[in-house]
């Protein structure tokens, strides 16, 4: 029977009907074809390197994986001596997150991924991964920028879920229609860039009366907020894509970005795992402090 609410020949491409039961096709996926598959596991034997630090990452620098180097760089810059760390690169556009030992740390391949090598308890590693997952348990191991206080404690974790929960209509959604997908598809861009707006305007309203994102303190929510809005805000993610959100339009957001973009601990961890870039301005791997000696922060 044919379709009257949605004629194929309305669809994009033209007349195009979706099958009764979808199969995988190597082509599927734009940009991101030669890593996405509709199985998990892994794809090849890999041991992951391992450096001296009790804590090892493995990540690279997208918005995730800057959440937890912020958040690492935040607690050495705070005196918490034994937040050092080894950072070892994944690059997901060659496939590296499905190698076998990746595999072992997260299942779900994607980055990032840690191995605390010395517990609080004593005993046998414990492997992490979801970026939200990570800052709650570093910031549980070290007691900072997660407070004891329950309302107080609350009140982070709604935000950082917030932007757990948020972040894919800004990045799967808005993000890979607006700049990875292969055909530019007009009902998809506006759905996403609809919602996008009306995030940043819930962060917008309430950075207007709170100097942090949970309020008066700095927090791991920030931490997780800033590399997926604070960046946008500051035209720094997607290629035009503040110009084409007018981000400049949230005041209040602007003012926690540029606010928060002028921390030490953030300048380095969003450097972390980043692989190319202006010479100077990039650091793949870290495994102590003067790796960042001669960068331009």
Request: no cysteine.
């Amino acid at each position: 029977m044919t379709e009257t609410k949605f004629p194929p020949e309305n669809n994009l491409p033209a007349g195009y009907e979706p099958p009764r039961v979808w199969t995988w096709d190597a082509g599927n996926g734009g940009q991101f074809a030669s890593i996405n598959r509709p199985v998990a596991g892994p794809t090849h034997d890999k041991d992951l390197p391992v450096g001296e630090h009790d804590l090892q990452l493995y990540s690279l620098a997208t918005p995730n994986g800057q959440k937890v180097t912020i958040l690492l760089e935040e607690l050495l810059e705070a005196g918490i001596k034994a937040a050092d760390y080894d950072a070892w690169l994944i690059t997901i556009g060659k496939g590296e997150q499905f190698g076998s030992g990746f595999v072992d740390v997260n299942p779900n391949s994607k980055i990032p991924a840690l191995l605390d090598r010395k517990p609080r308890d004593g005993g046998e590693p414990v492997r992490l991964f979801e970026s939200g997952s990570i800052l709650v348990y570093l910031a549980d191991k070290f007691g900072a920028f997660l407070p004891k206080d329950a309302r107080a404690r609350a009140e982070v974790m709604n935000w950082l879920f917030w932007q757990m929960g948020s972040a894919p209509f800004v990045g799967g959604g808005f993000g890979h229609f607006f700049a990875y997908a292969p055909v530019k598809i007009q009902y998809a861009i506006d759905r996403y860039a609809m919602e996008a707006k009306r995030q940043m305007d819930v962060l917008n309203r309430q950075l207007a009366n709170n100097e942090f994102v949970a309020g008066s303190d700095y927090s791991i929510a920030d931490m997780a907020i800033w590399p997926w809005y604070g960046r946008l805000a500051l035209d720094q993610s997607y290629p035009d894509a503040g110009t084409f959100l007018a981000t400049h339009e949230y005041e209040h957001v602007q003012r926690w970005a540029k606010q928060l973009a002028a921390r030490a601990g953030l300048k380095r961890g969003i450097v972390v795992n980043k692989a190319s870039g202006e010479p100077g301005t990039f650091l793949p791997e870290r495994h102590n402090a003067a790796d960042f000696d001669g960068l331009t922060l």
